[in-house]
């Protein structure tokens, strides 16, 4: 339980870090959100001090923080000055869309990249494993901005799925199950190009792992008795391959994160990357700042998972015999 | 030339028909897949030798030779291309993948890593018993064996409910060779076993494959690079370069009157490493 406990801490600690150099880089950042209201000759110069006033940005970094930590104890995380309410229930609507994007796209890819590792390592240099190496290796090499536009012309040239947003503009008026498909469909291109993007990471790496153990001296000797492969599969191969891959696990949900503001920008889908854009832009820093705080807390949300996984799987974890050698 | 490396004391000769193993002909080759281009390795190219009964051969040759691809075909880690494997009258490289079982557990293999010997999840209890799960052994047998097994070796029957992660180098192999004892073997192929130890625990190693070689009969394949560890544990040398024997005969010959260019300089570069280590033990002095 200490384990967990420890990793909690340390988990507050880095959000609390976290929020810190957000409010640090933000405050170096030039501009802010009424410098657009400074040309307007309507705008008084007394009118938007008041303004600057009203939201406190007249405060020293220190009291802004401080106010700003306050409000993220009672779940508010600031207030948007362009949407004019707290920013957590603002994120929050839109943080649902990109959970529902993210987790469909790592179930996805570890439902894929786990299988293909295992069977590029098991039938190493032959053609299905040359074939995912030049394919991971082109999908690593190309940017995922690259990847994502070709797929988003190549859906909209042929019609394959629907191209943007979230629900086609009939969907109050299909019944659930044609609601659900549509979801689906307007969810298919997004997810796609995360999956693609990821999978070519993960697979190499549970490659690497699996073959690593079968190159053990104990996989050869239970080889050399004659052990089943179902055996030597679950007994000896998977459950030490399987560390690795799961502190993957964690990572991956933070590469998918921030995989999927990009993407959520490209195929218009309405979650936290195009809000967090357009605030970025018209300098509405606490919903900027919020939006990093959700990364970060999917993010240790996700590692979470991973280090539960761990400690379940690896009963060295829990006695902390790992560390002895 | 003579060799400052001490020599095993000259047993009787063994008979020709006495041999546990025969190897004739054997040969092993690996295809490398690039992606565009497939590259062959010639690691054995046709290597005849035999061992008699309870006696040591020690195959040795520098990185490469193809020492190590023979101990594994031997082990049946790997198929080799041509020629054969005979233990008594049975040629087991024809064998199929169902009718070696029987002849799995009369050849064991122990490794040089001692740290990847061990499957790190497991206790030493579990590891050593693993041959026996694997073979359908019951428990009451297994547990027996495990305890009889680690006694043989050395090791205290209090601790192998720790994890193997938890004990030191030269520990854990002696757990890989009572891992191996537990299923009775006639031929251990000890690739690089007593390498990466210190040279106390090598020492102590070998007093114990050579106790355990003399109380059940065993017959040893050993694979080294170390004049010292082969002139103490092996009745005959082979000497491989390019995945042939270039060189072979009894230990006392080969230590004193090496015949081949590569044996001599084997037992050169092996002097010299020795001359290094003592110098610098000196200098540290």
């Known amino acids: ?325 | 030339m003579v060799s400052n490396f001490p020599t095993r004391p000259m047993s009787p000769e063994p008979e020709s028909q006495n041999a546990f193993l025969r190897v004739s002909g054997l040969a092993k080759r690996y295809v490398r897949g690039g992606l565009w281009r497939e590259r062959v390795v010639e690691a054995v190219r046709g290597v005849d030798f035999e061992i008699a009964a309870g006696r040591t051969l020690a195959l040795v040759g520098e990185s490469g030779s193809g020492k190590s691809t023979v101990a594994r075909c031997v082990a049946l880690l790997e198929k080799s291309d041509a020629g054969q494997i005979w233990i008594g009258d049975t040629d087991i490289a024809s064998l199929s993948l169902s009718a070696l079982l029987p002849w799995r557990t009369q050849v064991q293999m122990v490794f040089q890593d001692a740290v990847t010997s061990m499957n790190p999840r497991f206790t030493a209890a579990e590891a050593v018993e693993e041959p026996l799960l694997i073979m359908g052994k019951d428990e009451a047998l297994r547990r027996e064996t495990v305890r009889s097994s680690v006694n043989e070796v050395g090791l205290s029957v209090d601790g192998i409910e720790r994890s193997v992660m938890q004990f030191s180098g030269g520990q854990r192999q002696r757990l890989a060779i009572a891992r191996a004892l537990t299923v009775r073997p006639k031929l251990l192929v000890l690739d690089e076993a007593l390498t990466g130890l210190d040279l106390s625990t090598q020492g102590q190693i070998a007093n114990l494959l050579l106790d355990l070689q003399a109380a059940h009969s065993l017959t040893y394949l050993l694979i080294s690079h170390d004049p010292a560890v082969v002139g103490r544990m092996a009745d005959v040398i082979a000497v491989m370069a390019g995945g042939r024997i270039v060189e072979m005969g009894s230990t006392a010959e080969m230590m004193t009157a090496p015949k081949h260019e590569e044996t001599i300089r084997l037992l050169r570069s092996a002097r010299a490493a020795q001359t290094n280590l003592a110098a610098i033990t000196g200098a540290s002095l």
């Open chain 1, 1 to 325: 339980m200490s384990y967990l406990v420890r990793r909690l801490v340390r988990g507050i600690l880095l959000l609390a870090g976290v929020s810190v150099l957000c409010f640090l880089f933000t405050e170096m950042a030039p501009g802010s959100f009424f410098d657009e209201m400074r040309v307007n000759p309507q705008i008084s110069p007394e009118t938007i001090a008041g303004l600057r006033a009203q939201h406190g940005l007249d405060q020293p970094l220190v009291v802004r923080y401080g106010r700003w930590v306050k409000s993220a104890l009672h779940a508010d995380l600031g207030y948007s000055i362009a949407y004019n309410t707290p920013v957590a229930p603002l994120l929050w609507s839109r943080a649902k869309n990109t959970l529902l994007l993210t987790l469909t796209a790592m179930v996805l890819t570890w439902g894929i990249s786990l299988p293909l590792g295992l069977w590029a390592a098991a039938k190493r240099g032959g053609v299905l494993d040359r074939a995912i190496t030049v394919i991971s290796s082109l999908l690593i090499a190309v940017p995922e901005i690259v990847i994502a536009l070709a797929l988003l012309a190549t859906a909209a040239r042929w019609r394959l799925t629907p191209v943007g947003g979230m629900v086609s503009s009939n969907f109050e008026e299909l019944s659930g199950w044609e609601q659900f498909r549509d979801v689906v469909a307007h969810l298919t291109l997004p997810v796609v190009i995360l999956v693609l993007c990821e999978s070519a990471v993960i697979v190499r790496h549970v490659r690497a792992s699996v073959l690593e153990v079968l190159g053990a001296s104990y996989v050869q000797t239970a080889r050399g008795l004659g052990i089943s492969r179902g055996r030597l599969l679950f007994r000896h191969v998977l459950p030490v391959a399987a560390n690795p891959a799961i502190s993957l696990f964690g990572f991956s949900l933070a590469g998918l994160i921030s995989g999927s503001m990009l993407v959520e920008v490209i195929c218009g889908w309405p979650g936290l990357g195009p809000l967090v854009l357009d605030a970025t832009f018209s300098r509405d820093l606490y919903v900027v700042i919020g939006g990093i705080m959700f990364s970060a807390l999917f993010m240790l949300g996700g590692n979470m998972v991973a280090d539960i996984m761990l400690m379940v799987s690896d009963p060295r974890i829990r006695t902390g015999a790992a560390d002895a050698g």
